[in-house]
């Protein structure tokens, strides 16, 4: 098993442009995540998913959007990069959602830099 | 929103020290997690605590869930060089589907 992949592992946009980060599964995890992580802002969450066909936000959804067509992917939308966005961000899948949570599997991260 | 406030923020120790790190909250979770981070990778659990009062010990670490499950904490015994990271306790509050992590503290441990 791969586990949780993501990518590019690096990235650096112009403001407004868009792009679209990769995430992949070959666990057959129904619960998938979309973290960034800032210095000193620990990790917080963007969007959600707790199966094929559902997505729900997280803390700080704004000027990101996620699509669940498939178990195995999880791609994250930027619709127009700001420097704002400048960040690293973790891709995580678990088995199932809600109630005490399963171990989270998170992958290596995509490190974004927004000029 | 539920948070969870870690402490302390930094912690430079020398090696064979002991510590404690303190995850605390105002909310009750059904739940806690510990992570560790190393720089340039993603999180790895070390430990899920789901008992108000439950203790899990992993070789050198031990981990508390509070009686009341607003708090845990996570003790290191002799530390080694090789402990040094980025220690994030994560929690889900009940019925809900999201995991709030803390904003995390960061371990050195000095040969």
């Known amino acids: 098993n791969a586990g949780v992949t993501q990518t590019p592992k690096f990235q650096v946009l112009k403001t407004g442009q868009s792009m679209t980060l990769q995430c992949a599964q070959d666990m057959n995890h129904e619960y998938m995540s979309w973290y960034r992580q800032d210095p000193g802002m620990g990790l917080r969450l963007i969007h959600y998913s707790v199966g094929a066909g559902i997505t729900d936000q997280g803390e700080v959804p704004n000027g990101y959007n996620v699509s669940r067509s498939t178990t195995e992917d999880f791609p994250l939308r930027l619709l127009s990069a700001a420097p704002s966005q400048t960040s690293v961000y973790f891709c995580?899948?678990?088995?199932?959602?809600?109630?005490?949570?399963?171990?989270?599997?998170f992958g290596p991260g995509t490190r974004l830099t927004v000029l | 929103t539920q948070l969870l406030e870690q402490s302390p923020q930094f912690l430079s120790i020398q090696e064979g020290e002991n510590l404690t790190v303190y995850c605390n909250s105002s909310?009750?979770?059904?739940?806690l997690q510990w992570y560790r981070q190393e720089p340039g990778e993603g999180p790895v659990l070390l430990v899920t605590v789901v008992t108000g009062g439950e203790v899990k010990k992993l070789k050198r670490l031990t981990f508390q869930f509070g009686d009341a499950r607003k708090d845990s904490s996570l003790h290191i015994t002799a530390a080694q060089p090789g402990d040094t990271g980025l220690y994030l306790c994560?929690?889900?509050?009940?019925?809900?589907?999201?995991?709030?992590f803390g904003k995390g503290t960061k371990l050195t441990v000095n040969p």
């Open positions: 995580a899948s678990s088995r199932r959602a809600g109630g005490p949570v399963d171990t989270q599997y």
């Open positions: 909310s009750v979770f059904s739940s």
């Open positions: 994560a929690g889900t509050g009940a019925g809900s589907e999201k995991l709030v």
